[in-house]
């Protein structure tokens, strides 16, 4: 059974940055690809960043391209979001996600993937 903890969200003023990480346990074989996903009140769950576990390819949102970074540690079983000049906009709850199995095509869907993390709330605001 996969368990998916995020951390690092907070309150950031507009142009600040802030590191998200996800925490899993219980991921036997590192090898499905994780991502990120942002939800607000009253909208979808919102496609961020994603990669592949196994050659480490990223993808991402064309709103956050340029401005957030996703990363992988195999060995500490961890993946990040490091998240650079905030905008007002990228407030929301942020999940983190995983495959339990092997994803063909794009990644920016959320029923592609298996696991969810409980989420953090990022709060961009002067």
């Known amino acids: 059974q996969v368990q998916l903890v995020e951390s690092g969200g907070g309150l950031v003023q507009p142009g600040g940055s802030l590191r998200l990480s996800c925490a899993a346990s219980g991921r036997t074989f590192n090898t499905y690809p994780m991502g990120w996903f942002r939800q607000t009140p009253g909208k979808e769950r919102e496609f961020v960043a994603a990669?592949?576990?196994?050659?480490?390819?990223?993808y991402y949102a064309d709103s956050v391209k340029g401005r957030f970074t996703i990363s992988r540690d195999g060995t500490k079983n961890t993946m990040y979001l490091q998240m650079n000049s905030l905008k007002p906009e990228d407030t929301a709850v942020y999940y983190c996600a995983a495959a339990q199995q092997r994803v063909a095509g794009p990644l920016n869907r959320y029923e592609k993937f298996d696991y969810w993390g409980q989420g953090t709330q990022v709060t961009v605001s002067s």
């Open positions: 990669i592949r576990w196994i050659g480490g390819s990223t």
